[in-house]
C-alpha cells in the first residue's frame, strides 16, 4: 500500500527535495519544514524556538499524518476494504483529511457534522466528494458523534469508523513520523517538546519516541484555560472525555493558554514572522514563550513545538476585526 | 416572550448541570443577560470584563448566525431557540 510505505521513508531521511514525478498527493504528507522564529522570543538570548509548518501538509494540517496513519491501519487489518466507507464525527482538519484521503484512494467518505459547522468546511469536504450527513446545530458535536454511531450500528458492514480518540495508530503516525523529523530537522538536539492536547495523539507519539531517543527531552503539554474556548482541536482535559489515548503521566509539565492571548498572538506572528498560525498554532507559540521564560540565562535550549495548522480556515473568525 | 436557552456541555458544569434553560427576553442580549444573571459562573465564560460577548462564542437563533442578523439585538419571539456555539470545527467529545 502506497500509505505504508510513506509511513516506512518517514522514519527514515527525508528525500522529497527531489521529489520523483508522479508521485502520489498521499506522498506529501509528513516531512514538513521545521521553521525557526526569527523575531518572537529574541529576547530569550539562549533559547531557539522552532515549529513544525504542518499546513505544508496536503489536507492543510496536521491531521493528515494520523488520518493516514489510520487509514493505513485499516488497510493492513482489513478492517476497511474496497465498497467500504469511512465515516466519522469531524468538520474539523481531520474531517478534511479522510476527505483528501478517501478520494485520494478511492473510497466514499461519510462524514457527520452539525449545522453551525461553518459553509467554508462544508465546500472543502463537499469540494472533495465527501458525503455530509448535517445534523442539529444546537446538538454540536455530540449529536454528529450519536449519528455516526447508529448508522455504523444499523450497517456495521458498510464502515470503517477509526475513532482517532481512541485509535492507536493515530499517536503511532507521531511516533514514527513527526518525531523521527524532529530529531532529524535538530540532528538530537532539541531540548523541549511543547505541543496542544486534543486527541493527544501529537502529544503521545513524539513524547514517547523523543524519550527514547533522548530521556532528557522536556516534554510540556498545554490544554486551553477554561472548558468553553476558541482553540480547535484542543480539548480542558479536566472537563472533557477523556480520549482512550491519552496517558497523563507522560507529560513533565502542563500549561494552560487563554483564547485571547492565542488571537493575539495570531496577528503578532502574522506581521513580526510572516508567519499566518491558526489560533491554535499560536497559543502552541504562547506555551514555547512560557517555558522559555523558565530556561536559567546559562542553559542552551531548542523548544520544538507543532504549528498544526495555518490561519487560512479562521480568516472569517470575529477577532480578526476586534482589539 | 418565552425563548430556550441550550447550554452547551462544557458550560453545564457552571448552570447546575442544566441542558437548557428558559428565559423571557426580547433580544439576544436581553436573553443571555438573564441568563447569566440565572448561573452567574456562567458569565465570565461568554462575556469580557467590559461585557463584550467573547470573540469566540457564536450565538444562533433557531440555526442562524446573530453576526449575520442584528447581533445582540436581535429580536427574539415567543418558542425561539438560542444556542451558544463555541467557533471551532471539531467540537468538543
Same mark, same amino acid.
Given at each position: 500500500?502506497?500509505?505504508?510505505?510513506?509511513?516506512?521513508?518517514?522514519?527514515?531521511?527525508?528525500?522529497?527535495?527531489?521529489?520523483?514525478?508522479?508521485?502520489?498527493?498521499?506522498?506529501?504528507?509528513?516531512?514538513?519544514?521545521?521553521?525557526?522564529?526569527?523575531?518572537?522570543?529574541?529576547?530569550?538570548?539562549?533559547?531557539?524556538?522552532?515549529?513544525?509548518?504542518?499546513?505544508?501538509?496536503?489536507?492543510?494540517?496536521?491531521?493528515?499524518?494520523?488520518?493516514?496513519?489510520?487509514?493505513?491501519?485499516?488497510?493492513?487489518?482489513?478492517?476497511?476494504?474496497?465498497?467500504?466507507?469511512?465515516?466519522?464525527?469531524?468538520?474539523?482538519?481531520?474531517?478534511?483529511?479522510?476527505?483528501?484521503?478517501?478520494?485520494?484512494?478511492?473510497?466514499?467518505?461519510?462524514?457527520?457534522?452539525?449545522?453551525?459547522?461553518?459553509?467554508?468546511?462544508?465546500?472543502?469536504?463537499?469540494?472533495?466528494?465527501?458525503?455530509?450527513?448535517?445534523? =442539529?446545530?444546537?446538538?454540536?458535536?455530540?449529536?454528529?458523534?450519536?449519528?455516526?454511531?447508529?448508522?455504523?450500528?444499523?450497517?456495521?458492514?458498510?464502515?470503517?469508523? =477509526?475513532?482517532?480518540?481512541?485509535?492507536?495508530?493515530?499517536?503511532?503516525?507521531?511516533?514514527?513520523?513527526?518525531?523521527?523529523?524532529?530529531?532529524?530537522?535538530?540532528?538530537?538536539?532539541?531540548?523541549?517538546?511543547?505541543?496542544?492536547?486534543?486527541?493527544?495523539?501529537?502529544?503521545?507519539?513524539?513524547?514517547?519516541?523523543?524519550?527514547?531517543?533522548?530521556?532528557?527531552?522536556?516534554?510540556?503539554?498545554?490544554?486551553?484555560?477554561?472548558?468553553?474556548?476558541?482553540?480547535?482541536?484542543?480539548?480542558?482535559?479536566?472537563?472533557?472525555?477523556?480520549?482512550?489515548?491519552?496517558?497523563?503521566?507522560?507529560?513533565?509539565?502542563?500549561?494552560?493558554?487563554?483564547?485571547?492571548?492565542?488571537?493575539?498572538?495570531?496577528?503578532?506572528?502574522?506581521?513580526?514572522?510572516?508567519?499566518?498560525?491558526?489560533?491554535?498554532?499560536?497559543?502552541?507559540?504562547?506555551?514555547?514563550?512560557?517555558?522559555?521564560?523558565?530556561?536559567?540565562?546559562?542553559?542552551?535550549?531548542?523548544?520544538?513545538?507543532?504549528?498544526?495548522?495555518?490561519?487560512?480556515?479562521?480568516?472569517?473568525?470575529?477577532?480578526?476585526?476586534?482589539? | 416572550?418565552?425563548?430556550?436557552?441550550?447550554?452547551?456541555?462544557? #458550560?453545564?458544569?457552571?448552570?447546575?448541570?442544566?441542558?437548557?434553560?428558559?428565559?423571557?427576553?426580547?433580544?439576544?442580549?436581553?436573553? #443571555?443577560?438573564?441568563?447569566?444573571?440565572?448561573?452567574?459562573?456562567?458569565?465570565?465564560? #461568554?462575556?469580557?470584563?467590559?461585557?463584550?460577548?467573547?470573540?469566540? *462564542?457564536? *450565538?444562533?437563533?433557531?440555526?442562524?448566525?446573530?453576526?449575520?442578523?442584528?447581533?445582540?439585538?436581535?429580536?427574539?419571539?415567543?418558542?425561539?431557540?438560542?444556542?451558544?456555539?463555541?467557533?471551532?470545527?471539531?467540537?468538543?467529545?
Amino acid at each position: 500500500m502506497f500509505a505504508t510505505k510513506q509511513m516506512a521513508s518517514s522514519t527514515g531521511t527525508p528525500h522529497y527535495s527531489s521529489a520523483r514525478a508522479g508521485e502520489s498527493i498521499l506522498a506529501r504528507i509528513g516531512n514538513t519544514p521545521l521553521l525557526r522564529l526569527a523575531s518572537i522570543g529574541r529576547e530569550f538570548e539562549h533559547v531557539e524556538i522552532c515549529g513544525k509548518a504542518e499546513w505544508f501538509n496536503p489536507g492543510g494540517s496536521v491531521k493528515d499524518r494520523p488520518a493516514l496513519g489510520m487509514v493505513d491501519a485499516g488497510l493492513k487489518s482489513g478492517a476497511l476494504i474496497p465498497g467500504k466507507t469511512i465515516i466519522d464525527a469531524t468538520s474539523g482538519n481531520t474531517g478534511i483529511a479522510y476527505a483528501m484521503i478517501g478520494a485520494a484512494l478511492g473510497y466514499p467518505v461519510t462524514l457527520c457534522l452539525p449545522n453551525s459547522a461553518s459553509e467554508e468546511r462544508k465546500r472543502i469536504l463537499t469540494a472533495y466528494g465527501a458525503t455530509l450527513e448535517i445534523t =442539529p446545530g444546537d446538538e454540536a458535536t455530540d449529536g454528529a458523534i450519536r449519528r455516526v454511531r447508529e448508522m455504523v450500528a444499523a450497517d456495521p458492514a458498510k464502515y470503517f469508523y =477509526p475513532d482517532q480518540y481512541s485509535n492507536p495508530a493515530n499517536w503511532q503516525s507521531h511516533y514514527y513520523g513527526t518525531a523521527n523529523e524532529i530529531w532529524e530537522q535538530t540532528a538530537g538536539r532539541v531540548t523541549h517538546f511543547v505541543t496542544g492536547l486534543g486527541t493527544s495523539g501529537t502529544f503521545m507519539g513524539v513524547t514517547r519516541r523523543l524519550k527514547e531517543l533522548n530521556p532528557g527531552i522536556r516534554c510540556i503539554s498545554l490544554q486551553p484555560d477554561a472548558p468553553f474556548h476558541g482553540l480547535e482541536g484542543w480539548k480542558h482535559m479536566a472537563t472533557a472525555l477523556v480520549p482512550a489515548i491519552y496517558d497523563e503521566t507522560l507529560a513533565d509539565e502542563n500549561i494552560e493558554v487563554g483564547t485571547e492571548a492565542a488571537y493575539r498572538m495570531v496577528k503578532v506572528a502574522a506581521r513580526e514572522e510572516g508567519l499566518l498560525l491558526s489560533p491554535s498554532a499560536a497559543a502552541a507559540l504562547l506555551g514555547c514563550l512560557h517555558v522559555a521564560k523558565l530556561i536559567p540565562a546559562d542553559e542552551h535550549a531548542l523548544i520544538v513545538t507543532v504549528f498544526a495548522d495555518s490561519a487560512a480556515k479562521y480568516l472569517s473568525e470575529r477577532f480578526w476585526d476586534e482589539e | 416572550m418565552s425563548v430556550k436557552v441550550i447550554i452547551p456541555t462544557p #458550560l453545564r458544569v457552571y448552570a447546575g448541570k442544566a441542558d437548557s434553560t428558559e428565559v423571557s427576553a426580547k433580544t439576544v442580549g436581553e436573553a #443571555l443577560g438573564q441568563l447569566t444573571n440565572k448561573f452567574g459562573d456562567l458569565r465570565k465564560h #461568554l462575556f469580557t470584563e467590559d461585557g463584550k460577548l467573547r470573540s469566540f *462564542v457564536n *450565538v444562533y437563533v433557531n440555526d442562524e448566525d446573530i453576526r449575520y442578523l442584528s447581533k445582540e439585538n436581535t429580536p427574539t419571539k415567543d418558542g425561539d431557540t438560542i444556542s451558544i456555539v463555541p467557533s471551532i470545527a471539531g467540537g468538543f467529545v
